[in-house]
């Protein structure tokens, strides 16, 4: 499985950023979805996640009412909009395949993963 992330870029506080990751080498209706991120000197952490069908999402505390996770079944794409963003949403963010049977949020549970794309928020 392949992963492709893109949409990021600089963006200013209160500004919103929409990011689409691409898959390609799987069946990507089978797939749970997530999205980590990885600020610099700091561990990856878990963002947002969605079940194969769409119908299960998961946020983390951080992100939630702010970040929406969806998915297109038939465009093998998953996206991150990103709204209301702050100075700490400042990472690269990473999205990833999860081929177990329950959508997981630790990055153990991701089996694939993409080359992430990077989002700055200046104050």
């Known amino acids: 499985v392949q992963l492709q992330a893109s949409g990021g870029g600089l963006v200013q506080a209160g500004g919103s950023l929409r990011l689409s990751c691409a898959a390609s080498g799987g069946t990507f209706s089978t797939y749970h979805m997530g999205w980590f991120r990885q600020a610099p000197g700091k561990e990856r952490e878990f963002v947002a996640a969605i079940s194969r069908g769409g119908g299960i999402t998961y946020y983390a505390d951080s992100v939630k009412g702010r970040f929406t996770i969806s998915r297109d079944n038939a465009k093998n794409t998953v996206y991150l909009q990103m709204n209301s963003l702050k100075p700490e949403d400042t990472a690269v963010y990473y999205c990833?395949?999860?081929?177990?049977?329950?959508?997981?949020?630790?990055?153990?549970?991701?089996?694939?993963w993409g080359q992430g794309t990077l989002v700055t928020v200046s104050s």
């Open positions: 990833a395949v999860d081929i177990g049977r329950r959508v997981g949020t630790a990055t153990s549970e991701y089996d694939y």
